[in-house]
């Protein structure tokens, strides 16, 4: 029996390493043929735009090599009946997978990781790549926006090489702002040093004035400082970077950039549908993996009789099952489910159906 799985094993793992490779390559060709504006980036930018998004595009493809990989393993057992033989020997087919069970959920885990660590990053590179390419600096994209980091508001005017020009950022506490205004800026990591800046505080409760209460002006203004010196300097530390703030700012056409730690985060404090529904769909996509992959198992070891329809029903799950994901989200950010269901629903479906396929199939 160990011979069996093993021998299964090592059919699956090569075949899902190839059909990563291989929709990976689709995707890239995709995006490319998809992009408008794709002869202003220059040709230096060009390689490195497409190397960033593979990570993302790795999640995508990871379900749909799996499927891929199990379809075509399973369908040259069952063309040649030692799947038969096995049942035939006592060997269930649950037993004979389990070690392709357990590299699905070793799959699983790495979408996780990517998720939260290498994609993140990358989808920020994506944006600051092609905005650099394009307007020669990632920031200028941002400039004449208003950028929330954290419980801050970023604005300014224009870019001048590393420095952003014409700053304002602000916070509120209630009904109090606090705004610092600086000629110049430069992000450093996530810390933004101002220069030639100056600084105040705004009350608005205390506001219109009262004639009988000589302090008010005090009051509405908590503080203000305008340092002496024209170059002062200050330095906050912020919760985005400047590639996260081209990231955010990049409009349409690029990945979310927010670990799934910071997705969680986000919906505690806020409890955002969207932002909901984002961490559902951001969570559910590492485990489809294992979940389709546990989907088609049973579906291999009767159907796929040949090559052609591996690949079709390899197809055919794949966008059957994406369909139904994409679905679920959509459902849940326009609350017909809640935030996190709806993703989560279609993985609970089909590792259902696919537990069920276990008992009620034999070779």
């Keep these: 029996m160990k011979r069996l799985a093993r021998g299964i094993a090592l059919e699956v793992i090569p075949n899902f390493f190839i059909g990563t ?6 995707f890239l060709v995709q995006r490319v043929l998809a992009q408008p504006f794709l002869s202003a980036l220059p040709a230096a930018s060009f390689a490195p735009w497409l190397i960033y998004q593979i990570p993302a595009f790795a999640l995508q493809a990871f379900p749909i090599a799996a499927v ?5 393993a399973f369908g040259r057992l069952a063309r040649e009946n030692e799947l038969l033989a096995a049942a035939a020997g006592g060997i269930s ?16 885990v790495s979408g996780f990781a990517i998720a939260e660590w290498v994609a993140p990053r990358a989808n920020e590179l994506v944006a600051k790549t092609w905005w650099q390419g394009i307007n020669g600096n990632a920031l200028s994209r941002a400039a004449g926006k208003v950028i929330p980091i954290g419980d801050r508001i970023l604005f300014f005017e224009r870019t001048d090489g590393e420095y952003i020009v014409d700053v304002r950022l602000e916070s509120w506490s209630k009904h109090t702002v606090t705004v610092f205004f600086g000629e110049r800026a430069r992000f450093v990591g996530n810390r933004l040093e101002l220069i030639g800046y100056k600084s105040f505080a705004v009350n608005l409760d205390e506001f219109p004035a009262r004639a009988n209460d000589p302090e008010w002006f005090t009051k509405a203004i908590p503080f203000s400082n305008v340092p002496l010196r024209k170059d002062a300097k200050t330095t906050f530390v912020l919760k985005d970077t400047a590639d996260r703030v081209v990231a955010s700012t990049a409009d349409s056409g690029f990945e ?4 799934l730690s910071e997705l969680w985060g986000e919906y505690r404090t806020t409890g955002e549908r969207e932002t909901g529904a984002q ?16 989907f088609g198992i ?7 009789r040949s090559s052609g329809v591996a690949f079709g029903l390899a197809a055919m799950i794949a966008i059957g099952f994406y369909v139904a994901l994409y679905l679920g989200r959509t459902l849940s950010q326009i609350g017909f489910l809640p935030p996190l269901v709806g993703p989560w629903l279609v993985n609970v479906l089909f590792l259902i159906a696919g537990a069920w396929l276990f008992r009620t199939r034999t070779v």
């Design 21 to 26: 490779l291989l929709y990976v390559a689709i």
């Design 68 to 72: 891929f990989a199990v379809l075509l």
């Design 93 to 108: 087919l649950a037993r004979a997978v389990r070690p392709v069970l357990v590299f699905g959920m070793l799959i699983a």
């Design 256 to 259: 979310d950039s927010r670990r």
């Design 279 to 294: 961490l559902a769909f951001k969570t559910a996509q590492p485990l489809a993996s294992f979940v389709i992959l546990l």
């Design 298 to 304: 049973p579906i291999a070891a009767r159907g796929a």
